[in-house]
């Protein structure tokens, strides 16, 4: 387990602010922030990369406040990965067992093993420079797990991967942890990356650490307009009757608003649905016309890039986003009528 | 309107474009011009028997045994100084950064001015007396090839240290590497390729060498005759073909580094 106690840390003009947290044994543990919020930071004061001003690091029960980063057998892979160029794959992951601590023997079988669970068994002969984006992160993973480390910190490990191969290796990410059971601490400004790995989240925002808790409780209940703003308000809809439809499909009707969503169970309560999640148009959207409804705006507030409409349907009155320029474009005021499109894996049972 | 402001647009690069193409065209012609010029005055028959003579060879040997050793030390004491001038924060970084540069900038016969009036005092002249004599000595064609170069060697090391990305060096300590053990085993390896340049372009730097030589070693043939020394005696005795023979052998020396400064460049590591 690990625990900060009224941590601070400065670095230049940047200040990290008594920042209290405990991360379970074997938890995947998710630091959601914008840029420059000092998410990384903290995994740096984590691993003994940054010096603290003020306050301690437990790790296991033992202060681990003033100890070197070597002995605190944390393991660190960066948001570029920082394979050694000067070594082929095998060197890289081998890098981190020491001739002393292991032998010849127990270095290839761990090796071995990591480069199968990753994947990358065909790739051990190879110089690091000519790996992919999404080669590079599981060369950097298994050079990490090489040395069995008690915690292991990722640094936005999928900003620099295309859409598609992100959304494999998250997957594989929660895949690795559950399969070997390290705690985890992963940095990122991915909303969606965070509700899909973590089993807690902490939510940082310029050197402050706002809010800790389960994704629920983060996504539906946040404790601050600077959370709220972050991550979004979700709509939430009370359902007032539910039918099942077959095929893992049931509807549910929310004030007058009949929603399809994919559930195995016989009863919705209440749905969620952030406004990010809802497509706006001013002409009618083709095809069935199924979680599509006609709205009137009710109300429209602009910033600097985003604006957020409010939508009468039925008995609710929805809160969208959408880019200001999309918006000005459709020329959309108060009063008009809107189609909008409830996209279907963001309808969350609640 | 539109159609004449993008002609004169064009027209304007390409005027820009041929001047700074003239400017690098004449001074390459420049170079060019000073080196073709020397073999106006001499025959490939002298000039063969100039260079294949043992005062020649005995200059070339002491430029570069004394260039080799003078850069062996700039390189020991400039590695760590360069990675300390890089990587460390400490009190009045500023003021070392600038004593640093002053060798660079002051003028090698102030150097070895400098120096020559350092073995006149008592601590000098204890050293020459029970450690090892400087003044008019080999030692002292060593010590001013130091004195010039060390600070070349340390400034080239360290935006080669500059350049590192630290990650790699954090990465190295969550894996077990002493800060110690990470400057071997990651640092060092990194900065293989700008190491080894820095190396070559002090030691170019440290054959060519003249002004603080000739001040504090002198120039005695053959005992402290080094190439650019030879060239100073040769022309002060009016051996035109001598002279020319030895500027030959120091810009071929020059040429070769530099060649091998350009291998080494382009095998530098993917980002």
Redesign the interface.
Known sequence: MIEIRDMRVRLGKFTLRDVNLRIREGEYFVILGPTGSGKTVIL?AI???CRIRKGAIFINGEDATNM???R?R???V?Q?Y?L???LNVRENIR??L?KGDVNREETDRRIGHLAHLLGITHLLERPV?NLSGGEKQRVSLA??LA?APRIL?LDEPLSSLDVSTAKYLRLELRRFHDELGITTIHVTHNLMEAEELADRIAIIDKGNLEQVGTREEIFLSPCNETVSNFIGTPNILSCEKCSDLGHGLIEAVCGRMPVILPYEGAEVRKIALFPRDIYVSVVKPPGPQLNRFRGIVRDIQPFSSLARLKVQVGDNLLLTEMPKTAMEEMAIEVGQEVYLILKIRGIRIV | MHSSRVYKGIRGEGVFRAATIGALALLCLFFVGILASLFTYTDWGTMAKTLFSREIFLAIRLSVTTATIATFFAVLIGIPAAYAISQTEFPGKSVVDTILDLPIVVSPVALGAALLVFFNNPVGMGIEKYFLRFVFEVPGIVLAQFTVVSALSVRLMKSTFDSI?P??E??????????VSVFF??TL??A?NGLIASCILTWARAVGEFGATITLAGAMKPKTETLPVAIFLSLSTADIEKAIAVIITLVTIAACSLLVLRKIGKKG??A
């Open positions: 740096e691993a003994g990369l070197p980063p070597e605190r944390i393991a660190y960066p570029d920082a050694f160029p000067f890098f981190g020491k420079g050079r990490a040395t910190l | 990305d990650r790699y954090q990465v190295g300590r969550t894996l077990g590497c002493s800060k085993r990651v390896p990194l293989r590591y993917p």
